[in-house]
């Protein structure tokens, strides 16, 4: 893992806290929506490969389903509140295809896991597709873009590795 960096940006000398994976293993959740499930059991797969790429091991991960995206923000909220889960990676298909549930169901989704995130003051990730069509969303989920659920999980890894050195001991990371 890399240490703080005193690195000269312009005049200015900066401190700046390097992406950096966490020290210690760490427990992670990961909430999955059925709904598009073809598109979401990609995105799962996807984030567990980045996790155990990263040393973290299967009995480190606790993994739930929900119907939906609307239910990934509750189901987040219960894993880090009821569990010992340090993040919790949210995974999910919102897809238009002319409902207007869209909307709805993406925003308050989002909104949700914004709001779990900065109650809890863990890393809860969005790892929430929304997009127009099925092919725009099989693109994203491990076809010719890259895996978002993969992307998800790193984005946990990097949260966790932050938050351990912005700790609230106070103490100079
Ligand atoms: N849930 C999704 O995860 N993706 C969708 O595209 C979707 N659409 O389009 O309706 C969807 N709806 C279900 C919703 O998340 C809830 O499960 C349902 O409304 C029950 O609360």
């Known amino acids: ?3 703080p960096t005193n690195r000269g940006k312009g005049d200015l000398p900066v401190k700046e806290l390097n992406l950096a994976l966490p020290a210690a ?10 709904f598009n499930h073809f598109i979401t059991e990609q995105l799962v797969e ?3 490969d980045a996790l155990a790429r990263n040393g ?9 389903w929900v119907p939906g995206a609307f239910e990934l923000p509750l189901a987040a909220e219960r ?5 010992d889960c340090d993040a919790v990676i949210a995974l999910g298909a919102v897809i238009r295809g002319g409902t ?9 989704c989002a909104r949700g896991l914004s709001r779990v995130a900065l109650d809890s003051a863990k890393p ?5 597709l929304t997009t127009d069509t099925i092919e725009q969303a099989m693109e994203r989920a491990g076809g010719e873009d890259g895996n978002k659920g993969f ?9 966790l590795g932050l938050l351990d050195r912005l700790n609230p001991s106070g103490q100079e990371p």
Not at 101 to 108: K, L, R, T
Not at 124 to 128: S, T
Not at 151 to 159: F, S
């Open 100 to 108: 207007p549930h869209f909307d709805f169901v993406a925003g308050e």
């Open 1 to 3: 893992m890399s240490n």
């Open 56 to 64: 973290v091991d299967g009995d480190q991960v606790l993994l739930a």
């Open 79 to 83: 894993m880090l509140s009821c569990t």
């Open 124 to 128: 809860v990730i969005l790892g929430v």
């Open 46 to 48: 996807g984030a567990l």
């Open 151 to 159: 992307d998800a999980a790193m984005a946990a890894l990097h949260m």
């Open 25 to 34: 293993a760490r427990k992670v959740g990961v909430v999955a929506a059925r």
